[in-house]
């Protein structure tokens, strides 16, 4: 069992930077593969990134590549996922989840999320 809390989301203008968090408990971070995921209204959820349970390999979708990073620090349990050079487009809520590193790609659907946390890019 895990159990994830987002934090982090905020408003935010276009070209700046946020940090949200993803806080897991009940099962270590470590043993979980982590992906942040968004969805804006009347959109379909979409990957955003991903990280390997030992932190070694990480996966971005092409349109956040070299603006957006996952790191992982599993003595807090946490994931992170440093956004810089917003853009409007990012406006979403965004969620992680846990399992596999299939799961965390969004290749297969996961069994645990967090609530998740709203990131506002104004223009």
């Known amino acids: 069992q895990v159990q994830l809390v987002e934090s982090g989301g905020g408003l935010v203008q276009t070209g700046g930077s946020l940090r949200i968090s993803c806080a897991a408990s009940g099962r270590t971070v470590s043993s979980n593969a982590v992906g942040w995921f968004r969805q804006a209204p009347g959109k379909e959820r979409e990957f955003v990134a991903a990280?390997?349970?030992?932190?070694?390999?990480?996966y971005y979708a092409d349109p956040v590549k070299g603006r957006f990073t996952i790191s992982r620090d599993n003595a807090k349990n946490t994931v992170a996922l440093q956004m810089n050079s917003l853009k409007p487009e990012d406006t979403a809520a965004y969620y992680c989840?846990?399992?596999?590193?299939?799961?965390?790609?969004?290749?297969?659907?996961?069994?645990?999320w967090g609530q998740g946390t709203q990131v506002t890019v104004s223009s």
């Open positions: 989840a846990a399992g596999t590193t299939a799961q965390a790609m969004g290749l297969r659907p996961a069994d645990y």
């Open positions: 990280i390997s349970a030992s932190g070694g390999d990480t």
